[in-house]
């Protein structure tokens, strides 16, 4: 019979060790030092036994006693390493001090570090805390380095297209520049300036979400008058919006109370939802944004009479690069990092965001701005 019942029951941020061993007195040694200490312990007293529980449920670390009869934990981890699913998981031998061959066999089959009986509380918590740290900063880089990928992919994907089309006119320009008569110059470099602003937006928007990331761009929360903030963000969309025949309106309540926020932080976040109301809105709809009082906030509303985001992709819009169901109505550039930095910002000045949806009739993003002084009226 395997013992594989865990010891303890442990939270899911927890590390979860394995102890593998056929001594019933190891087992409780090792899993009471650990779990005394906040690790989520389970167990397991054969060979068999530990791969069973490894498949049902992988560990942060394995503490893994080579000699058990059946099969030993040197085979154990020679299986656990031929799988990729298994492979990355540490495994620590217990080992009696006298094995020195024991111990270099099992480096040379894997594992990551070797602990001997009898155990020493204090070295065995070093031990293991060591070798999950090591394990999260693997991870953190594994996923730095799946995020620098993507970015790459996209940026090779977004600026090749661009990138072609001003060879393109440059290569026309030199070949024919005889016939070239001031108007198709003037047509032409035009056409390259607007090439080159969406490249601009793609790779400011990259630097952007890199930026906040790395927390270089750090929020500076100040009271500010909004109202003329967000006036002049809505005309800069004006002429974009009367390109797609799109309305943009503006109300706001009268006399808005002082919000407390960064002032940039405010632009991106209110500039991301315009644009993306007014890309993603058929022509002829419109636009409005608002802004409420509440009594602990000021409410910002972007409203749309656009597609809609149904709820799957409602729980996708904040990630990175999420380019959706909905398409760019007006040939527009989409790369899917604005919502990402909005909620990024959002989360900085300590404001909330929501959205309302219906598919077919439009959406509406709320974001709620804090009061600079939220007890303005109790000092009256
Ligand atoms: N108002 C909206 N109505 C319908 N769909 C939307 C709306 N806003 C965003 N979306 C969907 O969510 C996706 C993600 O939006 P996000 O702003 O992050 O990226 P993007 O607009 O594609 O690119 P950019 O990085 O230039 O902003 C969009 O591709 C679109 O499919
Ligand atoms: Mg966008």
New binding site residues.
Partial sequence: MHLETPLDSHAADEALILIVDDIARNLQVLGSILSENGFGVSVASSGQGALDAIAEQAPDIILLDIQMPDMDGFEVCRRLKLQAATRDVPVIFLTARTETEDIVRGFELGAVDYITKPFISQELLARVRTHLSVVRQNKRLADLNKEKDEFLGIAAHDLRNPLSKIQFIAEKMSYKADSFTPDLIKEASADIAHTVAGMM??VS?LLDVNAIEQGHLRTELNPIEIEHIVEHIVRDYDARAAKKKITLHYTHDPALPLVLADEVAIVQILD??I???V???PFNKSVTVRLLTETDAVRLE?E?A????SDD?QKK??RKF???????TGG???????????KKLVEDIKAEISVR?VLGK??T?IVRIPLASTDVTAAE
Avoid: W
Avoid at 322 to 328: E, V
Avoid at 332 to 342: F, P, R
């Fill in positions: 937006e793609l928007n991301n939802l644009s993306n109301a890309k993603y809105s972007v749309d656009g597609p809609g985001i992709d819009m904040f999420a380019r959706l169901s909905a398409q760019p527009e550039h989409t790369i899917g990092l604005g919502l990402s930095i909005v949806s439009g959406t993003f």
